[in-house]
């Protein structure tokens, strides 16, 4: 596809973020922000050109489900875990930081690396069985539980989670002790939705670029001075992605696999819970809200039916739902620049509401 048929091409998509990060710099008069967002884009495009390399030589390369797609056979033997090469640029910004407290920042250490490690777990098994299928589902979730529970369980009893969740900025309800179930299970379906939409050649990547963005935006437009840190990591995440991107997009050099996208997700949901950013990260989050509400609208509908009609009926052709516009004969590359422009308008409506 050529530049000029596109809707939304890498390159508009990364001038949009940079032009917003830069309005955000001028805003806050802090251009340690856009300093931040450019160094994470070439460390990241830097660290996956090379990183490559390393996957080829290792053999860590994707296995294709065969129920998925034929279109996507071709896949098959791609350089995939290429969240190795981006999140660990993270770790070392955040390692830096300056971040409510020493114990906080261990904690929040400790709970990302815990989901790099089940998603890189996940990985490395897939590729040493040579199917796209690592640890059991059962086994992924209690995993997941435990180091979102540890995470949301200590910053609640440290007083680091707001009970009161606002909504459309003038409501706001008192959650009391139920804010610990809602926050761990906020932190989890984010994990799992942005892993569920890392489907498609730079679909999750430039989805969570444009979410980072966003949810730094968001951010800093509160004006809370304790939180400024969480809206330069935001930034950062933002560069990272979009760094990686340059290799992820349409043609695929290399997949982020389950050691980016469950991390990614993982990365929004404790910047969501600490910052009580709920309200506005379900809504920048749409498209992998959307994603996750197809693959349980079409399991639930398929159960119903079966248990009703003795036989099992789809509302979807496939799913996550990405795969469904695939299957009625949407081009990859016009889904994925599709879902980019809706998510940049979920953000924009975002910051206006």
């Not at 640029?89 to 089940?118: D, E, P, Q």
């Not at 989890?188 to 890392?198: E, F, G, K, R, Y």
């Amino acid at each position: 596809m050529t530049g000029k048929s596109s809707i939304l091409n890498y390159n508009i998509l990364i001038l949009i973020i940079s032009l917003i990060t830069l309005i955000n710099s001028i805003y806050k008069d802090n251009f340690f922000i856009v300093f931040i967002y450019i160094i994470s884009i070439i460390a990241s495009y830097i660290s996956t050109k090379y990183g490559i390399k390393f996957i080829k030589k290792n053999n860590f390369l994707q296995t294709i489900r065969d129920e998925g797609p034929s279109s996507h056979f071709s896949k098959s033997k791609t350089p995939t875990m290429g969240g190795l090469f981006i999140i660990p640029i993270f770790f070392l910004m955040l390692s830096s930081g300056n971040i409510i407290s020493f114990k906080f920042k261990i904690a929040l250490l400790i709970t990302i690396f815990g989901f790099f490690f089940i998603g890189f777990l996940d990985d490395y098994l897939g590729i040493k069985n040579k199917i796209n299928l690592g640890l059991k589902s059962k086994e992924k979730l209690m995993l997941q539980i435990v180091f979102s529970s540890f995470f949301v369980i200590f910053s609640f009893n440290n007083n680091l989670i707001n009970n009161n969740l606002i909504f459309l900025n003038d409501l706001t309800i008192n959650f009391k002790n139920l804010i610990i179930p809602i926050s761990i299970i906020t932190i989890i379906a984010l994990s799992n939705s942005v892993n569920l939409t890392d489907g498609l050649d730079g679909l999750a990547a430039g989805c969570s670029s444009i979410v980072f963005c966003g949810l730094g935006t968001e951010i800093l437009l509160n004006n809370d001075k304790d939180y400024l840190m969480f809206s330069i990591l935001s930034f950062c995440m933002s560069g990272l992605c979009l760094g990686f991107l340059k290799h992820n997009k349409y043609p695929a050099k290399i997949f982020m696999g389950d050691t980016g996208s469950l991390t990614l997700g993982a990365i929004i949901g404790v910047i969501c819970v600490t910052t009580n950013s709920f309200f506005t990260t379900f809504i920048i989050s749409g498209i992998f809200v959307i994603e996750s509400l197809s693959v349980i609208l079409q399991v639930s509908y398929f159960k119903i039916t079966k248990k009703f009609l003795k036989q099992g009926k789809k509302l979807f052709l496939m799913t996550p739902i990405h795969h469904h516009f695939e299957l009625q004969g949407m081009k990859e590359e016009k889904i994925v620049e599709l879902f980019w422009l809706i998510n940049i308008v979920l953000v924009i409506f975002s910051i206006v509401v």
